[in-house]
């Protein structure tokens, strides 16, 4: 089953997420529009919140924070990150994720 949010690519995989900030907890929400949705509590001044971002992701799946990358978005809330873990497959991103 492939899901639009997450891709595999030849290194680990690419998601599409979309972030709400200044949230009381940082939390997934689940799917909106072929985005993985998730509230951080963080502010969205001076890049924290994007700081706060690859923290939560490097945590959920397990990894160092160097292995994920902001390539797209930095300055709205819909980005498109890239994982490099080449032992990371589209399934088990979503199982650690959602």
Same mark, same amino acid.
């Given at each position: 089953?492939?899901?639009?949010w997450?891709? *595999?690519?030849?290194?680990?995989?690419?998601?599409?997420?979309? #972030?709400t900030p200044?949230?009381k907890?940082? !939390?997934?929400l689940g799917? +909106?529009?072929?985005?993985?949705? #998730?509230k951080?509590?963080?502010?969205?001044? !001076?890049?924290k919140a994007? *700081?706060?971002? #690859?923290r939560?992701i490097?945590?959920? @799946?397990?990894?160092?924070?160097r292995? #994920?990358?902001?390539t +797209?978005? +930095?300055?709205?809330? +819909?980005?498109?990150?890239e994982?490099?873990?080449?032992?990371?497959? *589209? !399934?088990?991103a979503?199982?650690? @994720?959602?």
């Amino acid at each position: 089953m492939s899901a639009r949010w997450c891709t *595999e690519l030849p290194n680990g995989v690419r998601l599409s997420v979309q #972030i709400t900030p200044n949230a009381k907890k940082s !939390e997934v929400l689940g799917i +909106h529009a072929d985005a993985l949705k #998730i509230k951080l509590q963080a502010q969205p001044i !001076e890049g924290k919140a994007n *700081e706060a971002l #690859i923290r939560f992701i490097a945590d959920k @799946l397990g990894l160092p924070r160097r292995a #994920i990358t902001i390539t +797209h978005g +930095h300055l709205n809330k +819909h980005k498109l990150l890239e994982v490099d873990c080449t032992g990371l497959t *589209e !399934e088990s991103a979503r199982q650690a @994720l959602l």
